[in-house]
């Protein structure tokens, strides 16, 4: 089933790390950023940060294996 990891900045290196240990250490990832970037803003910023999330999801989705 075709998927990818969503984490955010700062537990990249735990992801990278999980994905080796369960044999996938080249699974498609998308890295969202950092809550601080995303808690308190204005919603418009939210709805940017959403619409690049889905983008790279789907391109990494459409890649080939």
Sequence with gaps: MPSVVLVT???TTLAKA??????MPDA???????TELTEYVEPDVV???????????????REPE
């Excluded at 498609?28 to 950092?34: G, I």
């Excluded at 709805?47 to 789907?58: C, G, N, Q």
Aim: no cysteine; hydrophobic share 50%.
């Design 18 to 23: 999980s994905m080796r240990g369960n044999g």
């Design 28 to 34: 498609p990832m998308v890295v969202l950023p950092k």
């Design 47 to 61: 709805r940017s940060v959403a619409k690049e999330a889905v983008e790279l999801i789907i391109a990494q989705l």
């Design 9 to 11: 900045e700062r537990f």
